[in-house]
C-alpha cells in the first residue's frame, strides 16, 4: 500500500523570477541589510544582489498585493487578496512571521503604512467603503476603524511630522484624516481654483502640514493643510504612480517610464528617463522607485526591477526581470542543460540558467505563445501560438528555422518524438498534426480522434505511439507516424512512455480526489527514476504525489505560493529541480528537489513555515492503515452539542433519547420570548397570580462529567475539590462533604481548567456564543466572563504558567483556537485549528506564546503572531503515522513535550520532532499530569500510573477495583477498573474521575475512596422518594437502579444493573418495595433494601414510562407505557386486574387520588383524563369537578389547576414535571430549557409568576419533593445528575442573594404614566444630515428656477441712470468694511426638555457646564461669559463630567447620530478638557440613533454610554485608548440612565422603563441582574427615572410615581413613599459626604419642593423651593458643590440654591419649547427680541449677557418686529392675533385678530405710518397707525400664491417684497396692494431692510443638497455688502451680498440643531443672532470686520 503515504521527499523554493509591477505599486524597498524586498504571486521574495541570493517569506496563501516597510527597515507588513484577506509583518532577516492582522478586511488590503515609530500600521481595504484601519499590529489587534472612500484608495500615508494625522488619496479625492479615541474623522482637501479636482495616485508628507501628491495627469500637486496651495506642472508627462521620501529629499516615477528626483523644497534635481538607456523600450512605465544614498531602485509594469547609481544614472542594472502582461502557459526544459524555456502572452520567450539563476536570451514574436518544446538534441526549440501556426527556432541564436500555420485554433501543446524524427502538434481544433523534422518539418500524418481540445500528449519509447488527452476527459492512443487511432487496447500492454505529462490514466488515478469530477488540474509531469509526480492546479498549489498512483484520493505534499491557476510544471532535465509557472502571476517559480536520502540529513528543512501546511490535511484516502478509533473515542467524535432550534421534537421521539438536540441554545429565549408577546398581551390583561414567597436553594449534586471530558477535576489551593456537572461548577468540600456552586452558566459545561495557583478556575460552554467563565473557587464569584469568537461550545480551555492567559478550542467545524488575556477579556490572537476534533490545548508554561493542541489524528504545535497562531504539525518522520492524541502536557523544559495517544502510547516529542514512543496503558491514555520529578497517567484499562521523569520506567499503578474501597467511601464501584478520564495529584493524594460519573480519591499507599458519584452516559428519567425516610430512587438508560442517602451523609447506599434501561421507579406506601419500569416493557418489583427482585411482568412491547402504587394499603399498582394504555395490577395476587385504553397518545403522568379510586393520567398528545380503578373504566369528569377531588400525589402537568405553569413559548417546550408538596401550596416543574420552577398551587390563569432556578443543562426531566417536603430532587436527562434543592418556607426569607431569576414576563402592570416621561420615551432625534424641512414648502426651488431674460439686456454703454442701491445702508463708518468671520460669543439656551444629570460645578463652584444644540457651554458664575467646545456635528444628549482628581474637569458628551457605520455621521463621544476645550478622545460608537447617557468610573479611566437603539445597547469604554472594552443589549425597552457605583469600576446600575439592572463588568463581559421586587409585599417594578448610590451597596432609584426604592445588592430592602409628589427625574451622590440630592416634579408648596436634600440613607429631608414663578417646576438635573445646589429645570432655567438660606439664583434662562419663529434687534441698541411657541416674548441684552425681561402671551408667539425708533413693538402670534406693546412701560398700545391662522412676519413702514401683517392666509393686510390704536385694516394684498414667509418694505415705504411658501417673491404697492410687475421698475426699488430668501440677488445662497431641505431665513447687513442665512441643516452661513451666481462661496457655521428658524444683524452690524427651531436656543456671533 506504498501509494496511501505521501511520497517521503521534498521540494524547497530556491527561486522565483519575476516582480509584480501590474496593478500594484509602491512595493519595492531596500531594507537595513541592503537587501530588496519585495513580492510576487503569494511569495515575499528578500533578494540580495551581493550574494545573488533569495529569502521567501511564504505566509500567504493568496496573491500579494500591498506591501510596506518598517521605519527601523527589517521588517515588512504585506497583505493579501481573498474573502478574508489578512496582513502579516514579518522580519525580512529570518522570513519568520511576527504578527497576523486579521478579521477585518474583505476581498483584500490594498495600501498599507507604518507610523513614524512603527508602532502602529495602517491599511486599506478593497471593500466598497474602502475601509481603514488603524492596528497596534504587535498585538495583532484594530485601534480604530471608518470608511475610507466610496472610490478607490490609491495610497496612504502617515504624517511623518505631526501625531494622530494621516493623509489617504485616490480616485478624485485626497483626505486629510484625524485619528482621537477611536474615531479617524476626514477633511476632504479642498483644490479649489488652484488645480483641478482629479485622481490624486501617490502622496509623501513633508513637515509643516505640507503633503506633496502625484496626480494622474503628471503634475505633483502641492498642500498645505487641507488646502491646495501650489502645483508643479508636467513634472512627469503621464500618471504618477509612486513617490518615496529619503532623507536627501523625494523621487518619483511615472507612466512615462522618468524617475525624477527632487530636493527637501521639491526643485527638481535631476531626471532619469529609463526609454533612453540601452535596457530601456518604449512603453516602459515605472509602477516604484525607492531612494537610499547613492541607489535607486525601479520597478516597472512589466515586472523588470532595475537598479541605478546615481553618478552614473544613464546606466542602470537590470538585476530582475520576468514575464509581463497577459497570461504564462507556455515552458520546456532543455534535455541535456540546465535550462528552461517559457513563452507567454507577452509575445516573448526567454531562456533561463537554472544555475546561474538568470535569464540568458529572450527574443520577441509576433504572436502570443500557448507552448514550447525543445527537440531531443536540443538544437531546436518549437513554439505554438495562439493564432494557430508554429515557429521553431535555432535555441544557439534564437533564429527562425520555420514558421508554419496550418490550424486556425490556438496551438495548445506540442512535443518532439523520443527519437527526435517527429513533433507533434496539438491544438484547439482537437486535431494534432505529426511533422518530420529532417524533412524541414513536412506534414506526414494526422490524429483525429478527439472530440475536445488537445490538453496533453506523450510519446512512447520507441516513438510508435502517441497518447492525447482532450478537453473533454478522453486519452486517446495513436500509431506513429500516421496517426490511426489505436482501437484494440491490448496491443498498449508492453509500451513504456518517454514521459508522463498525461491528467488522466491508470498511473495518475490517485492525484483526484475520491469524489470530485472537477477538472481543475493543469499540468503534470513524472519523474520515472524518483518514483514521484508533480502536479499543478488551478488554486495555485503545487503537489508531489508517489508515481504511480493508483487509487483516488491519494496523500500527497503541497507547496504554495503562486497565486492562481499554476499552468505548466516540469522537472528538469536531471530532475534536480521542478519549475512551475503561473498563469495570472507571470512568474516562473524553480523548486529545489530534495530526495528522501537527503531529507535524513535535512531534518531542519521538513516543516515549512506557512499558515497551510505543507503534508496535505485534504488527502482523503481510506484510512485502512489506520487502527480503528476506540469506541469511547468514536462516541465522542459524534457528540456535536448543536442544538436544534426547531423543538417540536417530542412526538418524533416516543423514544425521548434525544440528550443534545432537544434543546434550543439558552440565549435564543429572549428572541422566543419577543415572537412570543402578541400571546403575552392578551394574557396581561387578566391578573395573574404572584410568584411563590417559599424558595429553594442548590444543596447538593450527585454527578460529575466524565464520559465525553477528560482532565476536569483538580485540588484547590485550600484542598477542595473542583470539577463541573450540567451546567454548574461544583466545588466539594471532601471532610464536610458539602458542595459549592458556581451557577453563572446557563448551559452544559464541557471542560475545566484550573489557574497555576490554583484558586481561580476556566470554565468553558455550549452555546451558539458560547462563553468562558473564570471564576474565584473561595467566593464563586465571576472574574471574566471571556465570549464572542467561539461558536456552539468550547471543548478545552488551559492556563498559561504566569496565570494571566487562557487558551481556548472550540466546536466548531474550524475548531478555533483563541487566546485570551482574560482578565482585560481581550482575545490576542485567533486561528482556525484544525478541521477534526481538537481535545486538548496546552499552554507552553515557559513560552506564554507557544501552545499545542492534539486531537483526532493530530498534534499541532503553534506560536503566537499579533493577532493569528502560526501551527506547524508533529513530525513522526517518514515512516511514522501519527495517532489520535487525547491528552498532552508539556515537559521539563521548554522544547520537551508529551502526548497521550488513542493506542494507548505516550509519545515523547522534542520541538515538534517525536523521538520516541512509550506503552503506557491497554487502550486510550485519557488522562495525564505533569509532577515535579515525573508524570502520571490514566487510561481507559482503569489503571493510574507513575512514572519517572523520562517515561523510562514505571515506578507504580494502581488499578482501580472494590476490592480497593477504603470503608470511609460515599458510594459504590459500579465495575472494576472503570475507564479513567482525568487525574490530578495534590494533598498527598491522588484524584480520579472515571467515565461512570464516579471522583475517588486514592492514598499513594493504595486505599481508594469513592467521594463522589453518578449515573453514567445515558438520560436519567426515572425518580421516587421514599414516603418516610431521607431517601430517594433513581433508573436511568444506564442500566442501573440506585438507592442515594439525602440526609447529610449524601452517598449512593445501592445500585443494582438492570438487563435494560428504565424510565420510572416508585415505592410502595410502606416504603419496603420498589417498583421499576424498564423501556423493553416490562417492570418488576425489587426489596427496597437489598433490590432484590420480587416479581417481574413483561405484558408491553414499549418503554414503561409511569409507575404508581395505590395510596393507604398500596393494594394496586398503576403501570403506564407508551403503548398508550395504563395497566392495573393487583399487588397481592400479582395479576393484571384492568386496563386503561381510550389514549390516543404515549402516557407521560399518572396519579391516584387519596382514596386509591381513582387514575389520573396525562398523555403527549396533552389529555388529561380519568380512570378507575380497578378495571380501567375510563371516566368522564368535568374540570370544575376534578378541581374538588383530593389526590394523594400531584405529578400531573395537564388540567386548570397548573394551567400557569406553561411558559409562553409553551408550543417550543415541554413542561416534562411537576410535583406539589404534601400541604399542597408550591409546585415545582421542570421542563426542556433546564430550568427548575416554583409556582403557587393552584396555578390557574395563563403564564403564572415564578421563581426559577439554573443548573441543569439539559431537560429536567423529573422533579420530586421528599416525604416532609424539606427537600426538592431533580434529575436531568442528557446531563446525568441527581441535584438537591433545600426548601426555604416562608419563616426564613433571607436577604441573602437568592438564586433565582423571577418571572419571564415584565410585569403587566403598568410602571406609572407622567407627560415628561412619555415624551422622553417616544422621542425621535433629528439628525441633522438627515433633516427635512420645516415649513411645508412647495414649488421649484430657486437654484432650479429658469430665469427669464430681463426685457431689454442692457447695452454695454448705456445711458440709463446708474442702478441703484439695493439697499439702503445705514452709515456704518465711511469705508464698507465686509465681515470676514464670526465667532460665537454667547447661547441662550439649556437642554432641559430631554436632558438628564447635565448641568454640573467645576472648579469649585466657579464655573458651571452644560449643554444645548451642538455645543458644549462653560458659564463663568461670576462674570456671566460663556467658552464654547463646538467639536460635536450633531446634538449633545448627555453631558457627565469626571469626579476623580487625576482628570480635573474632563467631560464627556455624547451626540445623536445616524446608523452605527462608524463613519463621521455616527453617534460618537467626546472627551474633552473643560477649560482649553481639547478633546482627548472621540469614540464612535454603535449605538445608533445616538448616545442618551453617559458616565465615568469611579478611578475616571473607564467610561459607560447608554444607546438609543433598539436594544439600549450599553458600552464601556477605556476612553483614553479608545478602546471599547464590553458591550451588551441592556433591555428592550428605553434605558434613562446608567451610573458607575462611586467606589467601583466594575459595578453599575441602568435604570428605566420598567426595570432597574444591577450590572457587573467581568473581564470583557457584562453580567446583569433584574431588580428584584418580590421581597416586599406589594412591591411592583416601576419605571425608574433616577439613580444614586449609599454605602453598604445601598442603591436608590427615583421613580415615575415619586417613590425612592432603596435596594441592597439587587433586592428591593424599602421603600420611600412619595419622596416627591411627582416622577423623581433627578438624583445626585455628593461623593464628599454622601448626602444626596433628588430633584422630581412638583407644585411648589409650603412645606414641599422639587429639590431634596437627604442624609446618606435616605430617611431626613429638607426640601428647597425654586422661586421661578412656574405653577409646576419640573427639576431635570442636580448637582452639589459647596453649599450650594446647582438645578436645570425642563424650562431651560439654570438656578443655583443656596443650602443655608435657600436663596435662589437664576443663572441661565431660555425659552422652553421652540421653535423661536420671532427675532427682532433693536434699531439703536445691541438687545433684541425673541418670540417662541413656548408663548413668550423675551428681551436679551448682549452686553449684559442675560435675558431682561419677558412676557407671557398666552399663546404661541411666530414673529416679532420693533419699530423704526425702537419704541414699539409688534408681536404675532400663532393664533392670527397681533399685538402691538409699547417698549418702556410694556403695555399694550393696540391688538387686533383678523385672520384664523399663524402670523408668519410683521413688519412697521420706515416712515412708521404703516403696519404690514403677513399671515398663513396667503395674505397681507396693511394697517394705518396715524389712526391711533383702534388697527382698522387699510388693504391687503392679493393673489399671493402662498403663505407669507418674509416681507422687506422699500426704503421710501412705497413698495413691499413679499417671499412666500411656493417659492416665489412678490413686489406690492404700499398701501394699494397692488402687484407691481414690471421688473424694470423693481431692478430699481432700493430696500430698506432684505430678509428674503428668494429673488436673483439671493440665488446663490440655495446650496446644492437642498432637496428635502430649505433655506429658512435671510438678512442682509446694514452696511449692504454681507449676508447671513439659516437652514433646515442646522447652519449659519456668510455670503457676500447680491450673490446672483448659483452655489456662492461662504462660510459656514456650526452649532445649532437641526433648522435656523430666524437671523438678524443687530445695529452698526456688530453681532449675528441667530435662533433655532429644535434646540429653542438663540446663538449670538460676534462680527470679526475684514481690516482697512
Known sequence: MADRSPPNCHLRLEWVYGYRGHQCRNNLYYTAAKEIVYFVAGVGVVYSPREHRQKFYLGHQDDIISLALHPERVLVATGQVGKEPYICVWDSYTVQTISVMKDVHTHGIACLAFDVDGQRLLSVGLDSKNTICVWDWRKGKMLSMAPGHTDRIFDISWDLYQPNKLVSCGVKHIKFWSLCGNSLTPKRGVFGKTGDLQTILCLACARDEVTYSGALNGDIYVWKGINLIRTIQGAHAAGIFSMNACEEGFATGGRDGCVRLWDLNFKPITVIDLRETDQGYKGLSVRSVCWRGDHILVGTQDSEIFEIVVHERNKPFLIMQGHCEGELWALAVHPTKPLAMTGSD??????????????????????????????????????????????????????????????????????????????????????????????????????????????????????????????????????????????????????????????????????????????????????????????????????????????????????????????????????????????????????????????????????????????????????????????????????????????????????????????????????????????????????????????????????????????????????????????????????????????????????????????????????????????????????????????????????????????????????????????????????????????????????????????????????????????????????????????????????????????????????????????????????????????????????????????????????????????????????????????????????????????????????????????????????ATHPHLPICATVSDDKTLRIWDLSPSHCMLAVRKLKKGGRCCCFSPDGKALAVGLNDGSFLMVNSDTLEDLVSFHHRKDVISEIRFSPGAGKYLAVASYDSFADIYNVMSSKRVGICKGASSYITHMDWDIRGKLLQVNTGAKEQLFFEAPRGKKQIIPSIEAEKISWSSWTSVLGSCCEGIWPIIGEVTDVTASCLTSDSTVLATGDDFGFVKLFRYPAKGKYGKFKRYVAHSTHVTNVRWTHDDSLLVSVGGGDTSLMLWTHEMEGHRETRQCDSEESDLDSEEDGGYDSDVTRENEINYTIKALSTNIRPMFGIKPHLQQKEPSIDERPPVSRALPQPEKLQTNNVGKKKRPIEDLVLELVFGYRGRDGRNNVHYLNDGADIIYHTASVGILYNVATGSQTFYQEHNDDILCLTINQHPKFINLVATGQVGDSADMSATAPCIHVWDAMNKQTLSVLRCYHSKGVCSVGFSATGKLLLSVGLDPEHTITIWKWQEGAKIASRAGHNQRIFVAEFRPDSDTQFVSVGVKHVRFWTLAGRALLSKKGQTSSIEDARMQTMLSVAFG?????????????????????????????????????????????????????????????????????????????????????????????????????????????????????????????????????????????????????????????????????????????????????????????????????????????????????????????????????????????????????????????????????????????????????????????????????????????????????????????????????????????????????????????????????????????????????????????????????????VHMPH
Not at 764 to 776: K, N, P, T
Not at 902 to 912: E, P, Q, Y
Not at 920 to 945: C, I, N, Q, R, Y
Not at 1832 to 1853: E, G, L, T, W
Open 346 to 1023: 507577452d509575445r516573448s520567450v526567454r531562456i533561463w540558467s537554472l544555475i546561474d539563476h538568470a535569464l540568458i536570451a529572450r527574443c520577441n514574436m509576433e504572436e502570443p505563445i500557448r507552448c514550447a518544446a525543445v527537440s531531443t538534441d536540443g538544437i531546436h526549440l518549437a513554439l505554438g501560438m495562439k493564432d494557430g501556426s508554429f515557429t521553431v527556432l535555432r535555441v544557439r541564436d534564437m533564429t527562425e528555422v520555420v514558421h508554419i500555420k496550418d490550424r486556425k485554433e490556438a496551438i495548445h501543446e506540442l512535443k518532439y518524438s523520443s527519437d527526435g524524427n517527429f513533433l507533434a502538434v496539438g491544438s484547439n481544433d482537437s486535431s494534432v498534426d505529426i511533422y518530420g523534422v529532417v524533412q524541414r518539418y513536412k506534414k506526414v500524418g494526422e490524429c483525429v480522434g478527439s472530440s475536445s481540445f488537445i490538453t496533453h500528449m506523450d510519446w512512447s519509447l520507441d516513438s510508435k505511439y502517441l497518447q492525447t488527452n482532450d478537453g473533454s476527459g478522453k486519452r486517446l492512443f495513436y500509431r506513429m507516424p500516421g496517426g490511426k487511432e489505436v482501437i484494440n487496447k491490448e496491443e498498449l500492454k508492453g509500451v513504456q512512455w518517454a514521459s508522463w505529462t498525461s491528467i488522466s490514466g491508470l498511473e495518475v488515478n490517485g492525484i483526484w480526489p475520491k469524489y470530485s469530477e472537477i477538472n481543475d488540474i493543469n499540468s503534470v509531469d513524472a519523474n520515472f527514476m524518483g518514483q514521484v509526480l508533480v502536479t499543478a492546479d488551478d488554486y495555485g498549489i503545487v503537489k508531489l504525489f508517489r508515481y504511480p498512483c493508483l487509487r483516488k484520493g491519494a496523500k500527497f505534499k503541497k507547496y504554495l505560493g503562486h497565486s492562481a491557476h499554476v499552468t505548466n510544471v516540469r522537472w528538469s532535465h536531471d530532475y534536480q529541480w521542478v519549475i512551475s509557472i503561473g498563469g495570472a502571476d507571470h512568474s516562473v517559480f524553480q523548486w529545489k528537489f530534495v530526495p528522501e536520502r537527503k531529507l535524513k540529513d535535512a531534518l531542519h528543512i521538513a516543516p515549512q513555515e506557512s499558515l497551510v501546511d505543507s503534508n496535505s490535511e485534504e488527502s482523503d484516502s481510506d484510512q485502512s492503515d489506520v487502527p480503528e478509533l476506540d469506541s469511547e473515542i468514536e462516541q465522542e467524535t459524534q457528540l456535536t452539542y448543536r442544538r436544534q432550534k426547531d423543538l417540536l421534537f417530542r412526538y418524533a421521539q416516543l423514544q425521548r433519547t434525544c440528550i443534545f438536540s432537544a434543546k434550543v441554545y439558552k440565549e435564543d429565549l429572549p428572541q422566543l420570548k419577543e415572537q412570543c408577546k402578541e400571546k403575552r398581551k392578551t394574557a396581561a390583561s387578566k391578573r395573574r397570580e404572584r410568584a411563590p414567597i417559599n424558595s429553594i436553594r442548590l444543596h447538593f449534586v450527585h454527578g460529575y462529567r466524565g464520559y465525553d471530558c477528560r482532565s476536569n477535576l483538580f485540588y484547590t489551593q485550600t484542598g477542595e475539590i473542583v470539577y463541573h456537572v450540567a451546567a454548574v461548577g461544583v466545588v466539594y468540600n471532601r471532610q464536610q462533604n458539602t458542595q459549592r456552586f458556581y451557577l453563572g452558566h446557563d448551559d452544559d459545561i464541557l471542560c475545566l481548567a484550573i489557574h497555576p495557583l490554583k484558586d481561580y478556575v476556566a470554565t468553558g460552554q455550549v452555546g451558539r456564543d458560547c462563553s468562558i467563565h473564570i471564576w474565584d473557587t473561595e467566593t464563586i464569584k465571576p472574574l471574566s466572563v471571556l465570549k464572542g469568537y467561539h461558536q456552539y461550545g468550547v471543548c478545552a480551555v488551559d492556563f498559561s504558567a504566569d496565570g494571566k492567559r487562557i487558551a481556548s478550542v472550540g466546536i466548531d467545524d474550524n475548531h478555533t483556537i483563541v487566546l485570551w488575556d482574560w482578565r482585560k477579556g481581550e482575545k490576542l490572537s485567533a486561528i482556525r485549528g484544525s478541521k477534526d476534533k481538537i481535545f486538548v490545548v496546552k499552554i507552553n508554561p515557559f513560552m506564554p506564546d507557544k501552545l499545542i493542541t492534539a486531537g483526532i489524528k493530530h498534534i499541532k504545535f503553534w506560536r503566537r503572531a499579533g493577532g493569528g497562531l502560526i501551527g506547524k504539525k508533529g513530525y513522526v518522520g517518514p515512516m511514522g503515522k501519527i495517532d489520535t492524541m487525547m491528552c498532552a502536557v508539556y515537559g521539563w523544559t521548554e522544547e520537551m513535550s508529551f502526548s497521550g495517544t488513542s493506542t494507548g502510547d505516550v509519545c515523547i516529542w522534542r520541538d515538534l520532532f517525536l523521538i520516541k514512543t512509550v506503552k503506557a496503558h491497554d487502550g486510550p491514555v485519557f488522562s495525564m499530569h505533569a509532577l515535579e520529578k515525573g508524570f502520571v497517567t490514566g487510561g481507559k484499562d482503569g489503571v493510574v500510573a507513575l512514572w519517572d521523569d523520562t517515561f523510562e520506567r514505571c515506578l507504580k499503578t494502581y488499578a482501580i477495583k472494590r476490592a480497593a474501597l477504603a470503608p470511609g467511601s460515599k458510594g459504590l464501584l459500579l465495575e472494576d477498573n472503570p475507564s479513567i478520564r482525568a487525574i490530578s495529584l495534590g494533598h498527598g493524594h491522588i484524584l480520579v474521575g472515571t467515565k461512570n460519573g464516579e471522583i475517588l480519591e486514592v492514598d499513594k499507599s493504595g486505599p481508594i475512596t469513592l467521594l463522589v458519584q453518578g449515573h453514567m452516559e445515558g438520560e436519567v428519567w426515572g425518580l
Open 1591 to 1983: 454605602a453598604n451597596n445601598l442603591t436608590f432609584t427615583g421613580t415615575i410615581s415619586g417613590d425612592v426604592c432603596v435596594w441592597k445588592e439587587h433586592i428591593l430592602n424599602r421603600i420611600v413613599g412619595k419622596a416627591h409628589n411627582g416622577p423623581i427625574f433627578a438624583m445626585y451622590t455628593t461623593l464628599r459626604d454622601g448626602l444626596i440630592v433628588t430633584g422630581g416634579k412638583e407644585r411648589p408648596s409650603k412645606e414641599g419642593g422639587a429639590v431634596k436634600l437627604w442624609d446618606q440613607e435616605l430617611r431626613r429631608c429638607r426640601a428647597f423651593r425654586l422661586e421661578t414663578g412656574q405653577i409646576i417646576d419640573c427639576v431635570r438635573s442636580v448637582c452639589r458643590g459647596k453649599g450650594k445646589i446647582l438645578v436645570g429645570t425642563k424650562n431651560a432655567e439654570i438656578i443655583e440654591v443656596g443650602e443655608k438660606n435657600a436663596a435662589c439664583n437664576l443663572l441661565i434662562n431660555g425659552h422652553m419649547d421652540g421653535p423661536i419663529w420671532g427675532l427682532a434687534t433693536h434699531p439703536s441698541r445691541d438687545v433684541f427680541l425673541s418670540a417662541a411657541d413656548d408663548g413668550t416674548v423675551r428681551l436679551w441684552d448682549i452686553a449684559d449677557k442675560k435675558m431682561v425681561n419677558k412676557v407671557n402671551l398666552g399663546n404661541a408667539a411666530q414673529t416679532v418686529s420693533y419699530s423704526p425708533e425702537g419704541d414699539m413693538v409688534a408681536i404675532g402670534m400663532k393664533n392670527g392675533e397681533f399685538i402691538i406693546l409699547l417698549v418702556n412701560s410694556l403695555k399694550i398700545w393696540g391688538k387686533k385678530r383678523d385672520r384664523r391662522s399663524a402670523i408668519q412676519d410683521i413688519r412697521f413702514s420706515p416712515d412708521s405710518h404703516y403696519l404690514a401683517v403677513g399671515s398663513s392666509e396667503n395674505a397681507v393686510d396693511f394697517y394705518d397707525l396715524t389712526l391711533g390704536p383702534t388697527l382698522n385694516r387699510a388693504s391687503y394684498c392679493k393673489d399671493i400664491p402662498s403663505f407669507v414667509i418674509q416681507m422687506d418694505f422699500s426704503a421710501d415705504s412705497c413698495y413691499l417684497q413679499v417671499s412666500t411658501g411656493s417659492y416665489k417673491r412678490q413686489v406690492y404697492e404700499v398701501p394699494s396692494g397692488k402687484q407691481l410687475l414690471d421688473q424694470i421698475l423693481i431692478d430699481r426699488i432700493t430696500w430698506a431692510t432684505w430678509t428674503s430668501v428668494l429673488g436673483d440677488e439671493v440665488v446663490g445662497i440655495w446650496s446644492r443638497h437642498a432637496e428635502k431641505a430649505d433655506v429658512n431665513c435671510a438678512c442682509v447687513s446694514h452696511s449692504g455688502i454681507s449676508l447671513v442665512t439659516g437652514d433646515d441643516f442646522g447652519m449659519v452661513k456668510l455670503f457676500d451680498f447680491p450673490c446672483p451666481e448659483k452655489f456662492a462661496k461662504h462660510k459656514r457655521f456650526l452649532g445649532h440643531s437641526a433648522h435656523v428658524t430666524n437671523i438678524r444683524f443687530t445695529s452698526g452690524d456688530r453681532y449675528v443672532v441667530s435662533a433655532g427651531g429644535d434646540d429653542s436656543s438663540i446663538f449670538v456671533w460676534k462680527c
